[in-house]
T-cell receptor, first 108, second 113 residues
Framework: GQQVMQIPQYQHVQEGEDFTTYCNSS?????IQWYKQRPGGHPVFLIQ?????EVKKQKRLTFQFGEAKKNSSLHITATQTTDVGTYFC????????FGAGTRLFVKA | GAGVSQSPSNKVTEKGKDVELRCDPISGHTALYWYRQSLGQGLEFLIY????????KSGLPSDRFSAERTGGSVSTLTIQRTQQEDSAVYLC???????????FGQGTRLTVV
């Protein structure tokens, strides 16, 4: 079945440092979605990537979809304490495998 | 409604009692998901409804768990003979289609004492 691996599981950064989380699949994905869950909150949709090599930006967040559509990344430039939370990547049509995500801790 | 609504927001129950959790998805969304999230953990998939198709129940942890979705809209997750390990936040999400963005409810925090 469809499986994705997200790394790292945890990341501690100093405020102002950059952060990247990676999502890897063994099979080609039709699309990939990223979600963020703040502590005590529920997951919120951030973005969907569909095209090979696609790059999308949302302020300090940069999302990439690999050329082979088997991997994706989320990069945050100059982290802020508001970036704290868990970031999930999932294949768009496979929300049954939400997984553990990457937990980001930001120290002020 | 404007978003996915779950009720109750909090539920404390005694071990051995049955509980029902309700999810009211966004109108028109064909897909509905239930997840369970224990403290500090990721989302554990429970069950998935898509339109009028038979639900994907592959994530239900035991036969004490069941869910239904009436009229393609409201869904109820039932846990029978609750155990302490059932304590968690139960999240419901809906999406227009299976491959479109999911919208989550605020969750129901279940505590079994």
């Amino acid at each position: 079945g469809q499986q994705v691996m997200q790394i790292p599981q945890y990341q501690h950064v100093q405020e102002g440092e950059d952060f990247t989380t990676y999502c890897n699949s063994s099979t080609t994905l039709s699309n990939i979605q990223w979600y963020k869950q703040r502590p005590g909150g529920h997951p919120v949709f951030l973005i969907q990537l569909v095209k090979s090599g696609e790059v999308k930006k949302q302020k300090r967040l940069t999302f990439q979809f690999g050329e082979a559509k088997k991997n994706s990344s989320l990069h945050i430039t100059a982290t802020q304490t508001t970036d704290v939370g868990t970031y999930f990547c999932i294949p768009g049509g496979f929300k049954t495998i939400f997984g553990a995500g990457t937990r980001l801790f930001v120290k002020a | 409604g404007a978003g996915v609504s779950q009720s109750p927001s909090n539920k404390v129950t005694e071990k051995g009692k049955d509980v029902e959790l309700r999810c009211d998805p966004i109108s028109g969304h064909t897909a509905l998901y239930w997840y369970r999230q224990s403290l500090g953990q990721g989302l554990e998939f429970l069950i998935y409804f898509q339109g009028n198709s038979a639900p994907d129940k592959s994530g239900l942890p035991s036969d004490r768990f069941s869910a239904e979705r009436t009229g393609g809209s409201v869904s109820t997750l039932t846990i029978q003979r609750t155990q302490q390990e059932d304590s968690a936040v139960y999240l419901c999400a809906s999406s227009f289609y299976a491959n479109t963005e999911a919208f989550f409810g605020q969750g129901t925090r279940l505590t079994v004492v």
